[in-house]
């Protein structure tokens, strides 16, 4: 079992749509990253959080420490927000162990 | 653009070949790492580097070499690899020691590496 874990897998929507990403980790951490893989394979990095709510345009992260457990919601979700989100959590100062990524299609 | 960028984008090698992979990063940080991304699993941690010092080596085969000749650059050699090791190689650097206290990684564009 992955000590993080991501829900669903793969997701497909229409544009427009309100969209959700789960991630649940084992280990205690300090902060958790949520980051964009686009299909050429570069890797971008939308947050870093280690309580509460962020937000930056139509992304918003959630995370509760307690639950150990992170969302990150998609407002108003456009074709080019396809890619794959993928949740990280430091596990000491100089490694991230990652989820296995969610892969959102969005159909217009 | 992350600041960080990797050469070649695509690599398509047979198993007696070798060749390396380039990383540059010029943000002024001094931990640089390789990750390996292989089809439906996590990024596995590879190698980092720490003010040029290796300070992790994730039980990477010998047939992988890194090499971190200033804090800037990083090289991954590659030499008798194995079709299993087709995969995205990413580089990322940050902040030594900092990724528990809030510091971002910045991610390279990877190397598509097919082993045939």
């Known amino acids: 079992k992955n000590e993080v874990e991501q829900s669903p897998q793969n997701l497909t929507a229409q544009e427009g749509e309100f969209i959700t990403i789960n991630c649940s980790y084992s280990v205690g951490i300090s902060a958790l990253h949520w980051l964009q893989q686009h299909p050429g394979g570069g890797i971008v990095s939308l947050f870093m959080l280690s309580s509460g709510k962020k937000k930056h345009g139509r992304l918003i992260a959630t995370i509760n420490i307690q639950e150990k457990h992170s969302s990150l919601h998609i407002t108003a979700s456009h074709p080019r927000d396809s890619a794959v989100y993928i949740c990280?959590?430091?596990?000491?100062?100089?490694?991230?162990?990652f989820g296995t990524g969610t892969r959102l299609q969005v159909f217009p | 653009e992350t600041g960080v960028t990797q050469t070649p984008r695509h690599l398509v090698m047979g198993m007696t070949n070798k060749k390396s992979l380039k990383c540059e990063q010029h943000?002024?940080?001094?931990?640089m790492y390789w990750y390996k991304q292989s089809a439906k699993k996590p990024l596995e941690l590879m190698f980092v580097?720490?003010?040029?010092?290796?300070?992790e080596n994730n039980s990477v085969p010998s047939r992988f070499s890194p090499e971190c000749p200033n804090s800037s650059h990083l090289f991954l050699h590659l030499h008798t690899l194995q079709p299993e090791d087709s995969a995205l190689y990413l580089c990322?650097?940050?902040?030594?020691?900092?990724?528990?206290?809030?510091?971002?990684?910045?991610f390279g564009q990877g190397t598509r590496l097919t082993v045939v």
């Open positions: 990322a650097s940050s902040v030594p020691g900092q990724l528990l206290m809030n510091t971002e990684a910045f």
């Open positions: 580097y720490n003010f040029k010092e290796q300070t």
């Open positions: 990280a959590v430091p596990y000491n100062t100089d490694k991230l162990i």
């Open positions: 943000l002024g940080h001094n931990a």
